[in-house]
């Protein structure tokens, strides 16, 4: 069964800093790979995706992710925080061919300060 | 463009009463997705269904819980008699047609038992 690891419940950076959260799966094959934000009272907005082809992907609002089939891991980068960021973050695992069945993430909220 | 659409947003109400939650998805998207989202748990799959036939339920919870699709544009998800365990927010979310197309999240409806 596939599984997703998020170790860092709470992360707190200053706004400017550079961000990275962490996030291993577990998985027979290389799986669909998703990062999720949500603001609070809000549903879950796509930041974005990896299936197959150049390991560093490029999201909206200047996040990207690294895969590393090494060390089964997909971790969010922003060089630098905006307080606008402050939300909670999900990643996601899809068995590949399909995005249908997905297994989140238990999430990291992010607290940015000033 | 319209977004995945749930109502209500908030549903408070006494044990032993039916609940009704509604979506309705993104035009032209044929899957369609039911989560709920705990402190306890995070977000769990419900249900899923693809062209309005439910693919998978195996993750609801029990017979209690029922969810329906009659068709393109719209799906319940009904909790019958509701217990406060069931207290959560519920998730809709829908994808278009293939295998690597991402899920997008309606707001989410915050359902309260008492």
């Known amino acids: 069964a596939q599984s997703v690891t998020q170790p860092d419940i709470h992360i707190t950076v200053s706004e400017g800093a550079s961000l990275e959260l962490r996030c291993n799966y577990s998985?027979?094959?290389?799986?669909?790979l998703f990062w999720y934000v949500q603001s609070p009272g809000q549903g879950l907005q796509l930041l974005l995706k990896y299936f197959s082809g150049d390991t560093l992907v490029q999201g909206i609002k200047g996040f990207e992710a690294e895969f590393k089939r090494s060390q089964s891991s997909f971790n969010l980068r922003k060089p630098s925080v905006h307080w606008s960021d402050a939300a909670e973050y999900f990643c996601?695992?899809?068995?590949?061919?399909?995005?249908?069945?997905?297994?989140f993430g238990t999430g990291t909220r992010l607290q940015v300060t000033l | 463009d319209a977004g995945v659409i749930q109502s209500p947003r908030h549903e408070v109400t006494e044990m032993g009463q039916e609940v009704t939650l509604r979506c309705k998805p993104i035009s032209g998207h044929n899957s369609l997705f039911w989560y709920r989202q705990t402190m306890m748990r995070g977000l769990e799959l419900l249900i899923y269904f693809n062209n309005n036939v439910p693919i998978d339920d195996s993750g609801m919870p029990e017979d209690r819980f029922s969810a329906k699709m009659p068709n393109a544009s719209f799906s319940t998800l009904k909790i019958q008699p509701s217990e406060p365990r069931d207290s959560a927010v519920y998730f809709c979310?829908?994808?278009?047609?293939?295998?690597?197309?991402?899920?997008?999240f309606g707001d989410g409806t915050r359902l309260s038992i008492l």
């Open positions: 996601a695992v899809g068995a590949p061919g399909t995005a249908s069945k997905l297994t």
């Open positions: 979310a829908t994808s278009g047609a293939g295998t690597s197309q991402p899920q997008h």
């Open positions: 998985y027979g094959a290389t799986p669909y």
